[in-house]
Structures are given as structure tokens and as C-alpha cells.
């Protein structure tokens, strides 16, 4: 029974497109075939005091990552803090005011996705692609043509209330309208 065992890979960067250069390795290359799968890039590159990379930080976002400029205890020359930012988009708009549609999967019609996709000459459409990443796409953008003809649109009513308040909550709005 073999096991592999994790060491800091100092040689893996964000520059990591093409896998055959960690051939050699079975750990390089399983790192970087799943950070490829999963859309992440390594965004650290402070080195520590042996010149290597220890921490990844690893984001499908653009992260920006500096050495800490105000660390919380003493600092390891071999393991330097590092901060990173990043931006997230808050949305606070909390309310139900706009009609949500979504596709009715029970009320599909299946025989006709399964003749659609039948009818796809599969070979022709993704044989001419260059790369997995191509095919995948196209995979995909067919197969939701066949979602929007072949399965109906359900829309739910718009709500003027959040969509937290309780029907308790919203009877004692109206009174208080009701008697101002």
C-alpha cells in the first residue's frame, strides 16, 4: 500500500495551464488537473526567507495577497503572515417585489429532450472543438436549448413584504395601515 504525502509544492504558481510540465510528478500533476477543474488559481507569491511558497491561496476571484504588515505575534522568518483582500458583492435588496421564474422540471416533456439530444450529431458538434473546456460549453449551451424548449417556465407572484416576514408579521402591518 503506497501513500503520498503532502510537502509545499514551491514550483506550482499561478502559471500552472499546462499540466504536462508536472508530468513527472503524481501529486504535481493531480494538484494542478484539480485547480484546473475547479477554476482556482494560486494568488501567493511571498516567499519566505528560503525563497519558497509555502501557503496557496487559491480562489476562483482575483485575491490580492501581501505580507502582513502588523502580525499578531512574533513573525517566523520561515513562515511569513500574510493578509489577503478581496471584494464580495453584497446584495441588499432582502425583498420579494419581483416575480421569480424558474423551469417546472415536473411538467416536462422528456421524450422530446431525449429526441432533441438523439438528433445531435455528437461527433460532428464537439469533434471539431479543440479542448475539453470547448466541448464542455457546448455540451451545455445544447443542452439548455433543449432545457428552454422542452421544459415550461413557472413564475411565483411577486410579494410586496420581505421575504422573512411571517404571515403573523404582515397581518399586524396591515392593522397598524389599517389605523393610522
Request: glycine share 2%; aromatic share 12%.
Amino acid at each position: 500500500m503506497s501513500s503520498i504525502t503532502w510537502a509545499p509544492q514551491p514550483d506550482i504558481n499561478g502559471q500552472y495551464a499546462s499540466p504536462s510540465n508536472y508530468s513527472n510528478c503524481l501529486l504535481k500533476s493531480s494538484l494542478i488537473d484539480f485547480l484546473t477543474l475547479q477554476d482556482l488559481n494560486q494568488y501567493n507569491t511571498i516567499r519566505n526567507a528560503s525563497g519558497k511558497i509555502l501557503d496557496l491561496v487559491l480562489s476562483n476571484a482575483n485575491i490580492n495577497v501581501v505580507e502582513s504588515q502588523f502580525p499578531i505575534r512574533n513573525v517566523d522568518i520561515l513562515h511569513p503572515p500574510l493578509e489577503f483582500f478581496f471584494t464580495i458583492n453584497v446584495s441588499t435588496n432582502f425583498s420579494a417585489t419581483k416575480n421569480k421564474c424558474s423551469h417546472n422540471f415536473e411538467r416536462a416533456d422528456f421524450d422530446s429532450i431525449i429526441a432533441f439530444l438523439n438528433g445531435v450529431d455528437w461527433l460532428q458538434t464537439l469533434g471539431v472543438l479543440n479542448n475539453v473546456n470547448e466541448m464542455i460549453s457546448k455540451f451545455y449551451e445544447i443542452l439548455q436549448v433543449a432545457i428552454d424548449r422542452f421544459v415550461p417556465r413557472s413564475c411565483k407572484s411577486s410579494k410586496s413584504y420581505p421575504i422573512w416576514f411571517t404571515p403573523a408579521l404582515i397581518r399586524l402591518i396591515k392593522q397598524k395601515h389599517k389605523w393610522q
